[in-house]
């Protein structure tokens, strides 16, 4: 065995189960069986975390905490917030965090007419995708108050209403312990409120995830078509019917994610000439294409692929550039 040079051993994880496995092969001293890496463990269901009311001026310090925890997690922006703190709202989307509508200014919107709800969602909407380059497809109502007009206008805006099945209470002085313990009633597919911007909410991340490892659901993202806690890269994205003109439905996969890249498989049904609007996230970027006529916009967030006679699916691959956690999403499929 070559000599180990002097001073503290500083070795990552694979270096050490390396120096244990030449320990064993070589009859030397008894160790004791390296420990699987977490990773190895298993997800056995998905809960969904959320923050609301942020970006604050302590998301920074939630995200190194979410990041150093192996957390991810939704947080449901304030329009308002997101216009003052744009580059925090990027942050989160650069951390692997989901983003989604939380109105403009935290009014009571049920009692607000259809045209103030419309006009106050789609100026939070445009406000995080103009910040982050993702445009929302989840929307809280503050206070969880809400009515079938106001899920009438998020739906139409691409949107679907998630409120909580379990409460936090993190916003009524609740403690790090009683956090934690409400987290711990988590089952699969549910979803838990938190805020953004409350110190005990952070202190309790630790335990809540320790927790949840112990118990085997994993963070996942919530569905926009379901509004449960699912599997954070499964599936595909929901189609947002085009306003007027022809339907059709277009379903994005990944068949292949790797360290730096992964790949996007679109399926179009329901027409045969078809243009599809996808939205990407910066600083990902795409590098190759294949089956469609693919073109760009000027901040090349936003692609447009036609149909060019190779069939229904078409396909690109995307530079993850440091952010591994978002993926395309489909803004809208048109029939011509
Ligand atoms: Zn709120």
Known sequence: MPAVPGGPLRLGHTARLAVLVTAVAMGGVAVAAPAVPSSAAACNGYVGLTFDDGPTGSTTTLLNVLRNNGARATMFNIGQNVQNNRSVAQAQVAAGMWVGNHSWNHAHMASMTQAQMQSDLSQTSSAIQSATGVRPQLFRPPYGETN?????????????????????????????????????????????????????????????????????????????????????????????????????????????????????????????????????????????????????????????????????????????????????????????
């Open 148 to 336: 079938s007009t106001l899920q009438s206008v998020a739906s139409s805006l691409g949107m679907r209403q998630v409120i909580w099945d379990v409460d936090s209470q993190d916003w009524n002085g609740a403690s790090v312990s009683a956090i934690v313990s409400a987290a711990g009633r988590l089952q699969n597919g549910q979803v838990i409120l938190m805020h953004d911007g409350i110190q005990n909410t952070r202190d309790a991340i630790p335990q809540i995830m320790a927790n949840l490892s112990s118990r085997n659901p994993c963070p996942g993202m919530i569905s926009p078509s379901t509004g449960r806690a699912v599997a954070p890269d499964g599936g595909g994205n929901p189609t947002t019917p085009p306003p007027g003109g022809g339907t059709c439905t277009a379903t994005a996969t990944y068949p292949n994610v790797w360290g730096d890249r992964y790949n996007t498989s679109v399926t179009v049904s329901g027409a045969s000439t078809w243009t599809v609007v996808v939205g990407l996230t910066s600083p990902q970027c795409v590098s190759t294409t294949w089956n469609g006529t693919f073109s760009w916009d000027s901040g090349g967030t936003v692609m447009t692929v036609r149909s060019n006679g190779s069939g229904n699916t078409f396909g690109f691959t995307t530079m993850m550039n440091g952010n591994s956690g978002a993926r395309p999403q489909i803004r809208s499929c048109t029939a011509s």
